[in-house]
């Protein structure tokens, strides 16, 4: 007999933190492997971030605080959305939490009851669906495609509406493609969203990360009525490299967040102090290396998808934003190599990952069999490398 509760065992592990283990693992014993798994920057913290943290400890800044966040983090957060996403919140609308994902988590245990119904757009983040399990709800999902930019489409949304859905998550731009809505996207599903009263949770993580002055729009500011049903989720780690700190945050319906509140002071209390203050200094200190961190990956960017595209078979999208390349690769499905056909993406990984030394995403895993992800939040002499030995083991198959 399994000790595992029913609940857990629904679950799957997260692939890419998966991926990125065993990455690292055959790193660690000597193996030149070159990884698009994580989606996290390789860029260090800034200094004057780092230099915030470190006051934070020197002035004793070390103990317990809200559990929602201090009053001057909730102030930073503020300040920070208003200019932004331009909409305006007041303290008791906002909760910081121990990362984005924290967030997101406590969003759905807070709303979810036995049953509820959550639409998500495929290709998604991984962790959603697996979210909305542990809370005891159904992932509808939508399956999204190229064609239409990787976007969910109006119709489709409209469609999948039943007595009890709950809730909507949009993330633009997007993990994993890239894709982001432009704001005549938005008003089309904040739209549906007004008319059937659902929640939309509006995953703004790479809001600052967008290319070719593509202007990314916040769900919350299309209006009073969606501002309403809007939980806005972002965070620290991708915008300012600070995926270890653990800072994220949402704000949105007071009720809400309150019962966030409750959950977390039943479970983390708050997150911890010192990236409070560091997180502060991120969020309202000097801009410009958060700017400097997104000319580099639309220089990436631009080499990724033109050279991905370059290679016979494959086709990729153009991201608007975000870190990611998101290419079509189910051309080679069906080929073999030493006796063993590539099926999936899953497949395609592994072959990618043993024959190449190249750590890439299965699409698989985003609810996109046919595609596999590239992170490129690493150095271009490394992307340069993985994509020569992609294009090398997709040739020899
Ligand atoms: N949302 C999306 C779409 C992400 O890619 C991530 C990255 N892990 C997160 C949320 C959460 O990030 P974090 O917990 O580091 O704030
Ligand atoms: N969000 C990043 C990714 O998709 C980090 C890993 C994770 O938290 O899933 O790779």
Wanted: aromatic share 8%; proline share 4%.
């Amino acid at each position: 007999m399994s000790f595992i509760s029913e609940r857990v065992k629904q679950i799957k592990p997260s692939a890419t933190l998966a991926i990125t283990a065993k990455a690292k693992a055959m790193k660690a014993s000597g193996i030149d492997i070159v990884s698009f798994g994580a989606g996290e920057p390789d860029f260090d913290t800034p200094d004057n971030i780092k230099e915030a943290a470190h006051n934070a400890i020197r002035s004793g800044f070390t103990k317990y605080t809200a559990v929602g966040g201090t009053d001057e983090l909730k102030e930073a957060i503020a300040a920070r959305m208003k200019e932004d996403c331009h909409v305006e919140y007041a303290l008791n609308n906002i909760i910081a939490s121990c990362g984005g994902k924290h967030s997101l988590y406590n969003i759905f245990q807070a709303i979810i009851n036995p049953g509820d119904e959550v639409i998500i757009p495929s290709p998604y983040w991984v962790s959603y669906p697996d979210m909305v399990l542990l809370a005891g709800g159904k992932p509808v999902i939508v399956d999204c495609h190229e064609e239409t930019g990787f976007k969910m489409q109006p119709h489709q949304l409209s469609s999948l509406i039943t007595e009890k859905t709950k809730a909507i998550v949009i993330n633009s731009p997007s993990n994993p493609t890239g894709a982001a809505y432009t704001e005549d996207d938005l008003k089309a599903l904040a739209e549906i969203a007004v008319n059937n009263n659902l929640l939309v949770i509006s995953d703004e993580i790479y809001n600052r990360i967008s290319y070719n002055n593509f202007k990314v729009v916040s769900m919350a500011s299309l209006g009073e009525e969606i501002r309403k049903l809007t939980l806005v989720v972002n965070g620290v780690s991708k915008t300012y490299s600070m995926t270890g700190w653990r800072i994220g945050y949402v704000a949105g319906d007071e009720e809400i967040v309150k019962a966030m509140n409750k959950i977390q002071a039943q479970s983390t209390s708050n997150p911890t102090s010192i990236s409070q203050a560091a997180a502060i200094e991120a969020l309202i200190g000097p801009q410009a290396p958060a700017e400097e961190m997104v000319s580099h990956f639309e220089k990436r960017k631009d080499y990724i998808v033109q050279e991905l595209n370059a290679i016979n078979g494959v086709t990729c999208f153009d991201p608007q934003g975000a870190f990611y390349a998101f290419p079509n690769v189910s051309s080679y499905f069906g080929k073999s190599h030493g006796g063993d056909e590539i099926k999936n993406s899953a497949d395609m990984t592994r072959y990618l990952l043993e024959e190449a030394k190249v750590a890439v995403v299965p699409g698989g895993e985003f609810g996109a069999e046919g595609y596999i992800r590239l992170s490129y939040a690493t150095s271009m002499e490394n992307i340069e490398k993985g994509l020569k030995r992609i294009k090398e083991a997709l040739a020899s198959l």
